[in-house]
């Protein structure tokens, strides 16, 4: 906004808000990917407004959700982060590594989710994201509730 209105990068700002921005990214990494595998639980992001369960509690099944919505969103703040870094790596070169970091996390991200079948969540007949339930014998499913994705015919076909 400030190159916008004002013809200059307000970089103090910028500093501050990717050192915090960096704290929270961690926070996600270590707190919210329990396996290190890149797919994330828990948590309400409001990406799809819609729960008919706590995300963040533990499940009544047991296991854990490793959920696309959160998934897509930290590659979403990678991307985000990669933009601060590479605006602010023009005025101080150290942040060319922190975006090469950012990049790096993206891929692992993007692979991860984009892998076929219970260790990844994209559906090739359907053509959708879905969230993998996995319990705690070691069996996966993807998550069948229409609600979270909008979509029922796609719901309906995987009940």
């Not at 009544?60 to 979403?76: K, Y």
């Not at 975006?99 to 053509?127: C, K, Q, S």
């Amino acid at each position: 906004m400030e190159q916008a209105l004002r013809g200059k990068t307000d970089l103090e700002f910028l500093e501050g808000m990717f050192g915090s921005l960096t704290a929270n990214f961690g926070r996600w990494i270590n707190r919210k990917d329990r396996f290190g595998r890149n797919l994330f639980e828990g948590g309400f992001l409001g990406l799809d407004n819609i729960g008919v369960f706590d995300r963040s509690a533990p499940l009544p099944t047991g296991g854990h959700l490793e959920q696309a919505d959160g998934t897509g969103w930290m590659a979403l703040f990678c991307q985000n982060m990669i933009e601060i870094a590479f605006k602010l790596a023009a005025h101080e070169r150290n942040y060319e590594g922190l975006a090469t970091n950012y990049v790096i996390e993206f891929l692992l991200i993007a692979h991860a989710m984009n892998r076929i079948g219970p260790d990844g969540m994209w559906d090739e007949e359907d053509g959708f994201y879905y969230d993998v339930l996995r319990l705690p014998d070691g069996t996966a499913t993807f998550s069948r509730s229409a609600l979270w994705w909008g979509c029922c015919r796609c719901a309906r076909r995987r009940s």
